[in-house]
């Protein structure tokens, strides 16, 4: 059986606590992997290695850290392959679906190999007589990140690059269920010419992360996750002093207006919808119909979603692989087998569903709900998987009014011909990112991601601009020298004045 341990100070570390986690293949349900799960003193030494390694690093070069990262960035290039099929073999996700994750996480990287221009100061002079003020950004320190199953290689690495690049170093504890895709990144950074200590990854549970979150050395906490951890995350570390970015959970809304192209929205329904098998923070769980279109697109949403060929996710004609757990996939058809009762229409019921030779893997068909009240629980809860509900209004206001009501807020999406439509919709929507006919709005790097509501807890989103001021702090000095024409008289050697 595979063994994953922790990376901490540059090199391996066997788990000590004798606790371990099992981690599965979701195509064949079997355990073939280990995870070392932290006690309170390892994670202790990979938060003080972090300190140590932080002595050096944080007062190192902006030339030092890009050379490094620019390394960084060509190993990444170099391994995209072997990284998306860690991802594979653990989370289950197609490796079309994989390499595409590691794709977005090297728009991060990328974005930290420039940070020299993101760090620049300000400076204003004579703002009274013979005075500058002068405004720098510092590092914090040591910093973490607590990282989800479903984007094993990209949400750490929203995080990281960035975090390192400004000077911090960083402590991460991924997710137990899928750990070797973020070990890897580790290893990688290492080979590139980062110092031991800078990047540790430590695997863990509760134990793990209840420390991090009061562990005194560490100076600030990104999550990403559901919302009732993102809410825990956010109040445990702040009562600690910590700064926080706590990333909750999404119930991501597609108006379809009756001028919208049909088959563009059906299409974008259903790779929104059951891409990544819907455990996607991002994806598309609620399709909101408004007027008389609502038969119409249900029927190609269902045209194009009887197409998709699920296996696993190192076949390549596969479109969609298994759940990430057994637990998690009878969790997901459960919403499915209680809609009817609660007022929906069963479309296309996913469940039951297996892959021939494959059997005990965590397969799940797509499912389809249609007519589905806002009171049923396949409405309400952020099931994460894939799940597509249909809900039908009258007009633009009742569909905004509906979107709006919702307690969550990460994204949504409008698809229409209708410019003016677009327009109103971007600003009257309460959600942190909007897609005008695109299903999936996630910003590239350089913008920030991040939603609304309960769907984030802190007042920073996450990567670009918002997580550079994340990991830094503002400095600001003000400063008054004598000028040399008021020095005493005496000998001087520098160029006769004019007067």
């Not at 990281?160 to 890897?184: H, Q």
């Not at 209680?338 to 059997?359: H, I, K, N, P, R």
Request: aromatic fraction near 6%; hydrophobic fraction near 40%; glycine fraction near 10%.
């Amino acid at each position: 059986m595979k063994t994953v341990n922790h990376w901490i100070g540059g090199k391996t570390v066997e788990g000590a606590s004798g606790n371990w986690g099992p981690v599965t293949d979701p195509a064949t349900g079997a355990p073939d992997t280990r995870v070392a799960l932290a006690s309170v003193e390892e994670v202790d030494a990979a938060v003080a290695s972090a300190k140590a390694a932080y002595a050096t690093w944080g007062t190192s070069s902006l030339s030092t850290r890009t050379a490094i990262l620019f390394r960084y960035r060509a190993l990444l290039d170099a391994h995209r392959d072997e990284i998306a099929a860690l991802i594979t073999a653990e989370h289950g996700k197609v490796h079309s679906d994989a390499l595409g994750e590691v794709a977005r996480g090297l728009e991060i990287v990328e974005l930290a190999c420039g940070i020299t221009t993101q760090l620049k100061g300000e400076l204003s002079t004579q703002v009274s007589n013979r005075v500058d003020v002068s405004s720098i950004r510092q590092s914090l320190g040591v910093v973490a990140g607590i990282t989800p199953f479903n984007f094993p290689a990209m949400v750490p690495m929203w995080m990281f690059p960035i975090a390192i690049a400004c000077g911090n170093t960083f402590v991460l504890k991924p997710s137990e269920k899928d750990p070797s895709a973020s070990l890897r990144l580790a290893q990688l950074a290492t080979e590139a010419g980062l110092p031991d200590g800078v990047l540790n990854v430590l695997h863990g549970d509760k134990v793990a992360v209840d420390r991090l979150l009061e562990h005194p050395d560490v100076a600030a906490i990104s999550f990403v996750g559901s919302t009732p951890i993102a809410r825990h995350i956010h109040a445990t570390a702040s009562v600690n002093g910590k700064r926080v970015q706590a990333l909750g959970g999404a119930k991501n809304h597609m108006l379809v207006l009756p001028d919208a192209d049909l088959d563009a929205a059906a299409d974008a329904a259903v790779s929104a919808a059951y891409g990544s098998a819907g455990e996607r923070c991002m994806a598309i769980s609620a399709v909101v119909a408004v007027g008389a279109i609502g038969d119409e697109l249900v029927a190609k949403i269902v045209e194009r979603a009887e197409k998709i060929k699920i296996g696993p996710g190192n076949d390549p004609t596969s479109e969609m692989g298994p759940l990430i757990t057994a637990a998690h996939r009878d969790k997901v058809a459960s919403y499915v087998t209680g809609a009817a009762a609660q007022g929906s229409t069963v479309v296309l019921d996913g469940t039951g569903y297996t892959v021939e030779g494959f059997e005990n893997g965590h397969w799940i068909g797509l499912s389809l709900l249609d007519h589905v009240p806002t009171d049923s629980d396949a409405y309400r809860d952020e099931i994460f998987g894939p799940v597509l509900c249909v809900l039908r209004v009258d007009t633009y206001e009742e569909g905004v009014a509906l979107m709006n009501a919702s307690p969550f807020g990460n994204g949504t999406a409008i698809f229409t011909r209708d410019g003016g439509a677009a327009r109103r919709f971007q600003l009257e929507i309460e959600a942190g990112m909007v897609g005008v006919n695109v299903p999936i709005p996630v910003p590239v790097g350089y913008h920030s991601f991040g939603g609304w509501k309960d769907s984030l807890f802190g007042d920073h989103h996450i990567y670009g601009n918002d997580g550079i001021h994340f990991y830094t702090r503002g400095k600001v000095t003000t400063t008054r020298w004598p000028d040399p024409a008021d020095a005493p008289s005496g000998v001087d050697l520098g160029f006769p004045r004019n007067n």
